[in-house]
Structures are given as C-alpha cells and as structure tokens.
C-alpha cells in the first residue's frame, strides 16, 4: 500500500470536469431550487437565464456557479435578469483571475421593488435635461429643477424621487 499523496488536481482538469450551464440548469438541485423560488414560473425563468448567457460572450467566460447564484438572487425577490426590461442584470467581475458573475439592481426593479412594497405615497424617476437644473445643495442633499429652462434633449443625470 502506497501513502504518497496524489498529485495536485491542475485548473485545467477541474475546469474541463466542471459542469457547463445548460447542464446545471438540467441538473435536479437546481431545477428544484427555482422551482421553490418560483413555482410554475421557475422554467420560464430557467429559459430566460440561457437567454441572457447566450447573449453576453462576457458571461459566456464566467464559472456557471456564479451566474446560478446571481440568478437566484433575481428569483428570490421575483426581479427580471431580462437586460431589455430593465429590473436586473447579470453582469461579469473580474475576481483574481476569475471572472465570476454578480447580481445587480437597475432602475425598474428599484421602482418595482418599492411599488410592491406599499410603504410609498409617491414614487418618481425623471430624466434631467441641460438647462433644467437650477440649484443643488449636495450637503442638504436638495435639488431645483426647472423644466422650462430645458436648453436641449440632452441628459445630464436622473433624478430620483420618494415620498413615504
């Protein structure tokens, strides 16, 4: 009997025994875990998943673990990964020398979010376009706008408002 350790796995070996995403999308776990999430919208989800890694060469290159997790984070809180939408991305990071995939919020979903939650009386997103911004204090945190000073069709930045 031999007590010589093994020798250690290279990255290449775990990388080529890892799972593509396709197969981790079919693999029983993960199907039962939107399935949870998500109930009879849990395939359509699943396919929308494909949809966005199909369509980014840049997620393409991510390990599919990272992008399953960034995906259930949207699942969770019953947000669209669909880009087009508008309510949350996937989008890739460099980490080391890996590019793993991360969950993040754009405007719709912080809009949806708060509309479900009913604790708002009022909620506004608004374009601000040159000409329109009168006064910001950014210590107080207020900002004056004006619409009829709009000089052209270009934005300078967002404004964002709520009302509890």
């Known amino acids: 009997m031999t007590t010589e350790a093994a020798p250690p796995k290279k990255d290449k070996e775990v990388a080529a025994r890892r799972k593509t995403l396709p197969e981790l999308l079919n693999d029983a776990a993960t199907q039962k875990r939107f399935a ?9 989800f699943q396919q929308n998943i494909l949809t966005v890694y199909n369509g980014s060469d ?6 599919p673990e990272s992008i399953i997790a960034a995906c259930a984070i949207s699942a969770s809180i019953n947000l669209s990964i669909l880009p087009s939408l508008g309510q949350s991305c996937i989008v890739p990071y460099k980490d080391g020398d890996r590019l793993v995939a991360q969950w993040q919020i754009m405007t719709r979903g912080v809009l949806a979010l708060g509309m479900r939650s009913e604790q708002y009386k009022k909620i506004n997103l608004a374009r601000v376009c040159e000409g329109q911004l009168v006064k910001h204090d950014e210590f107080k ?5 004006d619409a009829t000073k709009k000089k052209s069709d270009r934005v300078i930045g967002y404004y964002f408002y709520f009302k509890l």
């Not at 998500?38 to 395939?43: F, H, N, V, Y």
């Open 141 to 145: 945190g207020t900002v004056e706008l």
């Open 36 to 44: 949870d999430m998500l109930g009879k919208d849990a395939r359509s």
């Open 58 to 63: 840049s997620l393409q290159k991510c390990e």
